[in-house]
């Protein structure tokens, strides 16, 4: 089956960095997104991997490594309202998006 | 501004009771998708429509439907079927070509309570 893996719940202090991790086994890729969902509210895009390596933009930064099945989102200097979850997604071989079920950022003063 | 348009934002609704989901989007996307997100879930697939007049079930199909009569519309009907459909529902609409590195745009969210 198609599985993407990702930490439940972290916790970071404003003005630190944190990375979340997520790995997955997918029927074929075509890339990797990653998404920013604040409670109630809709997922927003955040940034897109297709080929290894880092894509940076701004305070976030994005990892891939398509050999290892495995990306990581970088967030720096982080503000309160960075809180929110964070979601892991797979564009599969049948360019589906598979979700992971995302991890809740908390940040502390 | 081009963009996803959902309504209802909150709906109550008897058990029993059908009710439908609207969403519009006017960015001339070909694909659209229904999602279901449920607290502390991720998303999971109801059904998505990559051309008009044409939809596939998604992982939850059962207990929805759905229609594509217009490229612009892709209107989600909860039916009495659904055994528990209080949940947050996402729309979303994505360019369909297979670049695949086009950004899935979401509308703002309708979420349902069944009393």
């Known amino acids: 089956g198609q599985n993407i893996d990702q930490p439940t719940e972290m916790t970071a202090t404003e003005g630190a960095i944190v990375q979340i991790n997520c790995t997955y086994q997918?029927?074929?890729?075509?890339?990797l997104f990653w998404y920013q969902q604040h409670a109630g509210e809709a997922p927003t895009f955040l940034s897109y991997?297709?080929l290894d390596g880092l894509e940076e933009k701004g305070r976030f930064s994005s990892f891939l490594s398509r050999s290892k099945g495995y990306s990581y989102l970088l967030l720096k200097e982080l503000q309160m309202k960075d809180s929110a979850s964070y979601l892991c997604a797979v564009l599969d071989s049948n360019y589906q998006l598979i979700w992971g079920a995302g991890t809740k950022l908390i940040i502390k003063p | 501004d081009g963009g996803i348009t959902q309504s209802p934002k909150y709906l109550f609704r008897k058990e029993g009771q059908n009710v439908t989901l609207s969403c519009e989007q006017n960015l001339n996307h070909d694909a659209m998708y229904w999602y279901r997100q449920d607290p502390g879930q991720g998303l999971r697939l109801i059904y998505y429509s990559q051309i008009v007049n044409d939809f596939q079930k998604g992982d939850i199909a059962e207990g929805y439907s759905v229609s594509r009569e217009k490229k612009e519309s892709f209107p989600l009907t909860v039916t009495s079927a659904q055994k528990n459909p209080t949940a947050f529902y996402l729309c979303?609409?994505?360019?369909?070509?297979?670049?695949?590195?086009?950004?899935?745009?979401f509308g703002e969210g309708s979420r349902l309570t069944v009393l």
């Open positions: 991997n297709v």
């Open positions: 979303a609409s994505h360019s369909g070509t297979r670049d695949g590195g086009g950004e899935l745009f």
């Open positions: 997918t029927s074929g890729f075509n890339g």
